[in-house]
T-cell receptor
Framework: GQNIDQPTEMTATEGAIVQINCTYQ??????LFWYQQHAGEAPTFLSY????GLEEKGRFSSFLSRSKGYSYLLLKELQMKDSASYLC???????????FGSGTKLNVKP | DSGVTQTPKHLITATGQRVTLRCSPR?????VYWYQQSLDQGLQFLIQ???????AKGNILERFSAQQFPDLHSELNLSSLELGDSALYFC????????????FGPGTRLTVL
C-alpha cells in the first residue's frame, strides 16, 4: 500500500530556515512532489524529485533519498506569505496514481 | 490564476441527489485530474484522463464517474450523494499524461445536507 507521513504543524520565525520532512512507503515510485496550499485556495506546484539529491529553486529546495523513502522541503529566508500548508505527494510508478500526505501547516511568525 | 476553470464554485444539495462538476483545462493541456479534499482525509486522487481516455484511477467511489470530452473539458458526476461527500473538489491539468507539474483549478465546494 501507500503511506505518506509528514508533521501536522510547524512554526517558524520570519527570516529563518525551516525543514519540512516527508517519509513515504509505496509499492512503486515515480517521483515525489511538493505543493503549497494557502487556506481556501488551490495547491500550487513547488518541486519535483525523482532522483536522489537536492533540487534548488530560489528560496525553496527539495531533497530526496529513495533508499530511505525520505524527502524534505527546505524554505529559506522565511516570509509571512510562506504561511500555508505544504503537501508531499508521491506518484505510483506502476499506475500513475498520486498519493498525498495530509499536509504540514506552517505558521510563520514575525 | 492557473488557467484551469471549474464550475460551479459552490454547490449545495441534499442527500441522494446527483450533481455534475465541470472543469476546463489550460489551453493546450491534454490531461485532466480530479481530486477530493476533505478535512479528515486530505487531498485524495480520484481519476486522470488523457486526451479523452481514462489513464489512472485512484480512490474513486462507484457512485462517482468522470469523462473527458473531445474539446478536452471534463465532468465529474457524483450520484446518490451522502453527507460524507461534502468536500472541495479540485480539477488539475497538465500538458501530457506524465508531466510533473499539475495546474490546479480553484475548486468546487460541495455541501451535502
Amino acid at each position: 500500500g501507500q503511506n505518506i507521513d509528514q508533521p501536522t504543524e510547524m512554526t517558524a520565525t520570519e527570516g529563518a530556515i525551516v525543514q519540512i520532512n516527508c517519509t513515504y512507503q509505496t509499492s512503486g515510485f515515480n517521483g515525489l512532489f511538493w505543493y503549497q496550499q494557502h487556506a481556501g485556495e488551490a495547491p500550487t506546484f513547488l518541486s519535483y524529485n525523482v532522483l536522489d539529491g537536492l533540487e534548488e529553486k530560489g528560496r525553496f529546495s527539495s531533497f530526496l533519498s529513495r533508499s530511505k523513502g525520505y524527502s524534505y522541503l527546505l524554505l529559506k529566508e522565511l516570509q509571512m506569505k510562506d504561511s500555508a500548508s505544504y503537501l508531499c505527494a508521491v506518484r505510483d510508478g506502476n499506475f500513475n496514481k498520486f498519493y498525498f500526505g495530509s499536509g504540514t501547516k506552517l505558521n510563520v511568525k514575525p | 490564476d492557473s488557467g484551469v476553470t471549474q464550475t460551479p464554485k459552490h454547490l449545495i444539495t441534499a442527500t441522494g441527489q446527483r450533481v455534475t462538476l465541470r472543469c476546463s483545462p489550460r489551453s493546450g493541456d491534454l490531461s485532466v485530474y480530479w481530486y477530493q479534499q476533505s478535512l479528515d482525509q486530505g487531498l485524495q486522487f480520484l481519476i486522470q484522463y488523457y486526451n479523452g481516455e481514462e489513464r489512472a484511477k485512484g480512490n474513486i467511489l462507484e457512485r462517482f464517474s468522470a469523462q473527458q470530452f473531445p474539446d478536452l473539458h471534463s465532468e465529474l458526476n457524483l450520484s446518490s450523494l451522502e453527507l460524507g461527500d461534502s468536500a472541495l473538489y479540485f480539477c488539475a491539468s497538465s500538458p501530457t499524461w506524465g508531466t510533473n507539474e499539475q495546474f490546479f483549478g480553484p475548486g468546487t465546494r460541495l455541501t451535502v445536507l
